[in-house]
């Protein structure tokens, strides 16, 4: 057994420098980093987490590392060049990694950004970098090509749809993503009204979701971080007769408790979602998920059972499915969340994700 790696690991987990934990500025990142550690800590692994200052760690070991951060890379085009800012957060937080690797067994990367691709050949640690989202620019597709060519097996994702926007899919492990389902509460009575979770930003498509409402008349309660506030306005703008009310950024415990009184959640995004963390916050709390069948949602939908799968960017589509809920069974949704979407479950797959690559690196 001299080639199996112990069975505690020293995790390192370095965060997204786009803005603090908890904050919403890294969208599903944070969630899913915050369920990643918990779940390997209770493992008996030991973690630790880098991230910006005013980070929220759940009581788990950080360090905070500032800087000035990175542009979100979902906001260039596709030849946009890699930018470095002064005094730069990412390249800080990856100082820091640096420096003090030899304390860990492996690093995983949550950073959807150039440098951390870049300097893997550099460490002398291995570096597990968690890919969340599709193919953006030209730039990062090359960095994480010469990753995965160099030290295969070590880019995870979230979705076969995810992998399948990059030329080296079959070289992606898919880990599909899971929630701490204790925190959710299955709620079997929603009221009158559809909810829509997310960054409001663009590549999400809110409108849509905006104009359903104003088509069949249901109240729409948007819950999210306001991340781009031209688009808001402009939506305001275009649908001024809509009911819709903005409820603000939550946290996950009162995020689950409006969320649950919803008949359904509309997901409604323009590009290839990685995965979409809503999906499956919803189906815990019994909430059907009416999304396009486009991305990481369309293989977390079953069509018909879990919610309704809708023809992309299709208005009426979204009213059409939104009139067929009641042949939903909401009780349905939670057990889908259970049995796929747990913690445990996600633990497992990124665990032996991690000791195939502390194997590959003996
Ligand atoms: N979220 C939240 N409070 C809110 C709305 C959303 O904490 O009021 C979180 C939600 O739990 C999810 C994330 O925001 O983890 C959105 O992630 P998703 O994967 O759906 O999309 P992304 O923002 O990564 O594109």
Redesign the pocket.
């Known amino acids: 057994m001299t080639n199996e790696p112990s069975n505690s690991f020293r995790l390192l987990l370095v965060s997204s420098p786009i803005g603090p934990l908890g904050s919403?500025l890294g969208?599903?990142?944070?969630?899913t980093l915050r369920n990643i550690a918990m779940e390997m800590r209770r493992r008996g692994h030991t973690v630790k987490i880098v991230a910006t200052p005013g980070s929220n760690s759940w009581g788990m070991p950080l360090v905070e590392i500032d800087g000035t951060p990175q542009i979100s890379a979902q906001t260039q085009g596709r030849d946009a060049p890699t930018i470095m800012p002064a005094s730069s957060a990412l390249a800080n937080v990856w100082e820091y990694a640096r420096q003090v690797q030899g304390d860990y067994d492996l690093i995983l990367n949550f950073a959807y950004d150039w440098l951390p691709f870049y300097l893997t050949p550099f460490f002398h640690r291995p570096i597990a970098h968690l890919v969340?989202m599709g193919s953006l620019t030209e730039a990062m597709d090359q960095v994480i090509e010469k990753v995965v060519t160099e030290f295969p097996g070590t880019i995870g994702v979230h979705s076969q749809a995810q992998a399948a926007t990059f030329a080296f899919a079959d070289r992606c492990q898919c880990l599909g993503n899971g929630i701490q389902l204790s925190m959710y509460e299955f709620s079997a009575q929603p009221s009158p009204w559809i909810g829509w979770?997310?960054?409001i930003a663009p590549e999400k498509g809110l409108e849509d979701a905006v104009a359903a409402s104003e088509l069949t008349g249901i109240p729409l309660k948007i819950?999210?971080?306001l991340q781009a506030e031209g688009y808001w306005q402009r939506i305001l703008r275009d649908y001024p007769t809509a009911p819709i009310e903005y409820e603000g950024?939550?946290e996950?415990t009162e995020?689950q408790k409006r969320l649950g009184k919803c008949q359904a959640l509309l997901m409604t995004p323009r590009w290839v979602?990685a995965?979409?963390?809503?999906a499956i916050?919803a189906l815990a709390c019994g909430v059907p998920v009416i999304a396009y069948r486009r991305g990481g949602p369309a293989e977390i939908v079953e069509d018909g059972k879990t919610g309704f799968l809708v023809e992309p960017d299709s208005v009426e589509g979204l009213v059409e499915a939104i009139r067929k809920l009641p042949q939903i069974d909401r009780y349905a949704c939670r057990q889908r969340a259970e049995a796929e979407y747990s913690t445990t479950a996600m633990g497992d797959r990124v665990e032996q994700w991690f000791r195939d690559i502390l194997k590959w690196r003996k």
């Open positions: 919403g969208g599903g990142v944070e969630l969340s979770v997310g960054r819950m999210g971080f950024f939550l996950t995020l979602e995965f979409g963390n809503v916050e």
